[in-house]
């Protein structure tokens, strides 16, 4: 079922998770304002980096889509939007949870927080237009210009929080971070979400390759007409 | 108290579940479509090939028929045939035989019966160097022994072609 660069990726994942989540929530001290809380940000940060690694790469897959007609790009650029919801999800909820005690809401309809839901649902949004078209070319080609004009929101959420007067703080980075212990907990955290989003889209692009495989016994026609076989046999 | 925020511990471990949690289960999920799909494919290979019931019928059925036409070829025969020129002669109906059904018609009468017919692995029309390849390893004597561990036959693995049942209903399932 996997082979071994599948398996490298997720055990090079775990093992990073581990130590950086040890490191993040033993090793590394409170922050100076925000005290234990910020703790959530060496789990919640890595996962909005990696929502927006997953967008890009379905961004430029779909656009290597649409000038090659590569089928695997096609894979890749399904396989990553919807890691990338995955990441895009715990990265909202993540956050809501750290907002409470930081700001003492769950929620507010902040330019940071508003572009990164919308960001969420035009995701949704492409992967239900993947699922209701069933031609595959035809699917393939919607999808990519869908996804290719749907990216135009990934650089507003990325800079929102510098166009606009924003409750939300600046980009989080190891840069910013002063203590050496806290910038080794985000890294750690930050490359094991990197593997694990390597090792869920060769997985996703794998099942995409075996549903595009059945696809194709069941529903182009047979090489010749008569007489029909109920589904050729690979 | 200088505004840093006291305790907090509840919210690190909420979101820590949140996530982690998430991409556990996304990542469950994720095993778990991968092995539904192989096995969905698998099982359908499986329902489509011919069974070994299916292909030792062909065999005998196919085998009475060229014997029936060895026979007649005997009958008929005006000069009596030396052994091995009569042997020459089976051989080559067997090979005419199958090679103008499953060239053809793409199956043979006993795959008539049997509602069987000849494809290329990816469900194709067999073209005629492959259906020679079939028939000239079906001489090989030890061929019909494949079908005792496998339910394809040597002739069929090595020149790329299968034995699927032909069925009318031509419905497209997706998954």
Not at chain 1, 112 to 130: C, E, H, N
Not at chain 2, 36 to 60: E, I, P
Not at chain 2, 62 to 84: C, E, K, P
Not at chain 2, 160 to 175: A, F, G, H, L
Request: charged fraction near 15%; hydrophobic fraction near 50%.
């Amino acid at each position: 079922m996997f082979n071994r660069t599948d398996l490298i990726f997720l055990f090079l994942g775990l093992a990073l998770v581990i130590f950086g989540s040890y490191w993040g929530l033993v090793v590394a001290p409170p922050e100076e304002f925000m005290g234990d809380v910020y703790r959530v940000l060496y789990a919640h940060v890595p996962a909005g980096w990696t929502t927006f690694i997953a967008y890009t790469v379905s961004f430029v897959a779909s656009t290597t889509y649409l000038l090659r007609s590569s089928e695997r790009a096609d894979r890749m650029a399904e396989a990553s939007a919807e890691v990338g919801i995955v990441f895009n999800i715990v990265l909202l909820i993540s956050g809501a949870i750290w907002a409470r005690p930081t700001w003492g809401i769950w929620w507010t309809w902040d330019p940071r927080l508003t572009s990164a839901a919308i960001m969420f649902f035009m995701y949704v949004g492409y992967l239900a237009l993947r699922a209701f078209v069933d031609e595959p070319e035809k699917r393939a080609t919607w999808a990519a210009v869908v996804a290719i004009l749907i990216f135009v929101n990934i650089p507003i959420v990325w800079y929102s929080v510098k166009w606009w007067n924003t409750i939300h703080q600046l980009q989080s980075s190891p840069k910013t971070i002063p203590n050496s212990d806290m910038k080794l907990a985000l890294r750690c955290n930050a490359f094991a979400f990197l593997a694990f989003f390597i090792f869920f889209v060769r997985v996703r692009m794998r099942i995409a390759a075996l549903l595009r495989k059945y696809e194709g016994e069941y529903d182009e026609p047979p090489p010749r007409a008569e007489p029909t076989i109920s589904g050729g046999v690979a | 108290m200088n505004g840093v925020i006291e305790g907090g511990w509840e919210y690190v471990y909420a979101a820590y579940i949140v996530v982690m949690g998430g991409l556990s289960l996304y990542g469950i999920t994720l095993v778990s479509r991968l092995h539904d799909v192989t096995t969905m494919l698998a099982d359908h290979k499986r329902q489509q090939l011919a069974g070994r019931s299916r292909r030792w019928a062909n065999f005998l059925i196919d085998h009475v028929i060229i014997g029936l036409l060895v026979f007649l070829m005997i009958r008929m025969d005006t000069a009596i045939s030396a052994g091995l020129w009569l042997g020459v002669k089976a051989v080559l109906i067997y090979i005419v035989y199958y090679m103008v059904c499953e060239t053809i018609l793409g199956r043979t009468p006993a795959k008539f019966l049997t509602g069987t017919m000849v494809t290329t692995t990816t469900g194709g029309k067999a073209n005629p160097v492959q259906i020679l390849s079939r028939t000239l390893l079906r001489l090989v004597p030890v061929d019909p022994l494949s079908f005792l561990v496998s339910d394809s036959g040597w002739h069929d693995k090595l020149s790329e072609t299968q034995v699927v049942r032909k069925t009318s209903d031509d419905s497209n399932p997706t998954p």
